[in-house]
């Protein structure tokens, strides 16, 4: 469909309902809606999330330090369902300003320690247990390229590709194949990098693989979007071998399960309190 509709932006701009998915929780204005606070488990971490690429980036790290042997990487998991807003309420928006998940809290220390976007968690808990992140350079710098590119490139990917592919509430074709141009443009940066490397920054697993591979595996995979055959994915044959490995790690395959509450029942654990809870 090719939208034809002209639109003349007026000379301020005022919220307007857009449709789509996402209509009932976007507002043009920060800060909680209501006061709830934030339930607190046994364990230091605290992990307020849901399983969205960016979600699971963290719950795969917690659950590969606790496979590397960190048992201070044990932590609680809380479900923050966006859809109904849970991201405003007043604990949540202390934990995070930009009521976005994953957020998370650390409660080893005398005073609590927050911490917010993604791969700020990522680098803050690298850093905490020296796993996963290269501690000599060049290595460390290059690994830290590529966590950075994935916060930068992925809202192209999601915001972008997959707002107007999947969820928009028309189809619009200038939109669509612009963020599909990116998208690809990404896949084969990705493909490219990947060649020459088992790991998106060496032969190291690392941070940077657990950034990338939520959005760019499971767009590849088939579980982000279902949008493989549209973006044709199966050219990209590097990435799809780096895709698929990380899949099967241990580790991936228990912290995917964390906070989900779509898709397979058997895949579901709304909440995580223990090792237990994933068995």
């Given at each position: 469909?090719?939208?034809?509709?002209?639109?003349?932006?007026?000379?301020?701009?005022?919220?307007?309902?857009?449709?789509?998915?996402?209509?009932?929780?976007n507002?043009?204005?920060?800060?909680?809606?209501?006061?709830?606070?934030?339930?607190?488990?046994?364990?230091?971490?605290?992990?307020?999330?849901?399983?969205?690429?960016?979600?699971?980036?963290?719950?795969?790290?917690?659950?590969?330090?606790?496979?590397?042997?960190?048992?201070?990487?044990?932590?609680?998991?809380?479900?923050?369902?966006?859809?109904?807003?849970?991201?405003?309420?007043?604990?949540?928006?202390?934990?995070?300003?930009?009521?976005?998940?994953?957020?998370?809290v650390?409660?080893?220390g005398?005073?609590?320690?927050?911490?917010?976007?993604?791969?700020?968690?990522?680098?803050?808990?690298?850093?905490?247990?020296?796993?996963?992140?290269?501690?000599?350079?060049?290595?460390?710098?290059?690994?830290?390229?590529?966590?950075?590119?994935?916060?930068?490139?992925?809202?192209?990917?999601?915001?972008?590709?997959?707002?107007?592919?999947?969820?928009?509430?028309?189809?619009?074709?200038?939109?669509i194949?612009?963020?599909?141009?990116?998208?690809?443009r990404?896949?084969?940066?990705?493909?490219?990098?990947?060649?020459?490397?088992?790991?998106?920054?060496?032969?190291?697993?690392?941070i940077?693989?657990?950034?990338?591979?939520?959005?760019?595996?499971?767009?590849?995979?088939?579980?982000?979007?279902?949008?493989?055959?549209?973006?044709?994915?199966?050219?990209?044959?590097?990435?799809?071998?780096?895709?698929?490995?990380?899949?099967?790690?241990?580790?991936?395959?228990?912290?995917?399960?964390?906070?989900?509450?779509?898709?397979?029942?058997?895949?579901?654990?709304?909440?995580?309190?223990?090792?237990?809870?994933?068995?």
């Open positions: 469909m090719t939208d034809t509709t002209q639109y003349e932006p007026p000379k301020v701009w005022a919220p307007a309902s857009s449709g789509g998915a996402f209509a009932n929780i507002r043009p204005t920060a800060g909680p809606t209501h006061d709830k606070a934030l339930p607190v488990g046994q364990h230091p971490l605290q992990l307020y999330s849901l399983a969205t690429p960016n979600g699971m980036k963290v719950s795969i790290m917690l659950e590969e330090l606790l496979a590397l042997g960190h048992k201070g990487a044990e932590y609680d998991a809380w479900l923050i369902r966006i859809s109904d807003g849970d991201q405003f309420s007043s604990g949540f928006v202390d934990a995070n300003p930009n009521s976005k998940i994953p957020a998370l650390d409660h080893s005398g005073t609590p320690v927050r911490v917010f976007e993604s791969g700020s968690i990522l680098l803050y808990l690298a850093e905490k247990f020296g796993a996963l992140l290269p501690a000599t350079q060049p290595e460390r710098t290059e690994t830290m390229n590529w966590l950075f590119w994935q916060m930068a490139s992925a809202p192209y990917l999601g915001g972008g590709f997959g707002h107007f592919y999947v969820y928009a509430p028309e189809k619009f074709e200038y939109a194949n612009r963020f599909s141009m990116e998208a690809k990404q896949l084969d940066v990705l493909d490219r990098q990947l060649a020459d490397r088992r790991f998106i920054a060496g032969d190291q697993y690392s940077a693989d657990i950034a990338i591979w939520p959005w760019y595996g499971g767009l590849v995979l088939g579980a982000l979007y279902d949008a493989a055959e549209f973006l044709a994915v199966h050219e990209y044959t590097h990435l799809n071998r780096w895709a698929k490995e990380i899949a099967e790690r241990p580790a991936v395959i228990r912290g995917r399960k964390v906070n989900r509450i779509r898709g397979d029942a058997s895949e579901q654990v709304h909440e995580r309190h223990s090792a237990s809870d994933l068995d």
